[in-house]
């Protein structure tokens, strides 16, 4: 009897009542060759679920975030556990393709003809929100396309903001994604920003980063900023 070797997904995770599902999880690192071929379910984490969004009048932070292959968004998850914040997730009208090449090949035109992705959202008003914890993949030791679109249409609400960067990525860091945001942020009219440290957590590795992320937030809670 021949046994059928197809890999059957499981949850990895759950973000708002909604299943997690990180492709790359379990991956070596050999294996994993930094992210590259990585797939994703077609639809940014949402073939299956509505896109994550939890708003309530009492949080005082919120984590928004944008996630192709579930990596960011499992850290995202584990993030809200330890915070009770709300959540946002960036939704681009024209999601990405689950094949990595053709994600790629998207990006690296988008990257040079600075033509970024339209939004396909409701942007509440982050008036009350003290901290904002920003949650993104790094694509070409930068700052990923959907982050950059929301940063420009809606920076300046980030006024006077704590910002607390995290990011999945393929070993290689966090890039100049930091950099990116202070100057989009500068760019849009935002002040007076504080910026913690930020958590860079490799993308086969979030499952294994439960101390590492529950360090971080007691950091940003403590109000360490980035030096």
Request: net charge neutral.
């Amino acid at each position: 009897m021949v046994l059928n070797k197809q890999r059957v997904e499981s949850q990895d995770g759950q973000i708002a009542g909604q299943p997690i599902t990180a492709y790359q999880l379990g991956k070596t690192d050999g294996a994993w060759q930094h992210g590259y071929g990585t797939k994703s379910d077609d639809r940014d984490t949402n073939s299956r679920n509505q896109p994550t969004r939890r708003l309530t009048k009492e949080a005082s932070s919120i984590i928004i975030y944008f996630s192709r292959s579930g990596s960011t968004e499992l850290v995202a998850s584990k993030i809200a556990e330890q915070t009770n914040a709300d959540l946002l997730e960036i939704v681009v009208k024209n999601p990405y393709s689950g094949n990595y090449q053709r994600t790629l090949s998207r990006a690296n035109t988008e990257r040079e003809r600075e033509d970024f992705p339209e939004l396909d959202m409701r942007v509440p008003d982050l008036s009350q929100y003290d901290t904002i914890y920003l949650g993104y993949p790094i694509w070409a030791m930068t700052l990923s396309h959907p982050m950059t679109a929301f940063l420009t249409a809606n920076g300046s609400q980030l006024t006077h903001k704590k910002i607390a960067p995290f990011m999945s990525e393929g070993g290689y860091g966090q890039g100049d994604s930091v950099d990116r945001i202070k100057d989009i942020l500068r760019v849009s009219g935002a002040q007076k920003n504080q910026f913690t440290a930020a958590l860079v957590v490799d993308g086969n590795k979030v499952d294994r980063a439960d101390k590492r992320i529950a360090s971080w937030v007691t950091r940003v809670q403590q109000g360490y900023e980035l030096k």
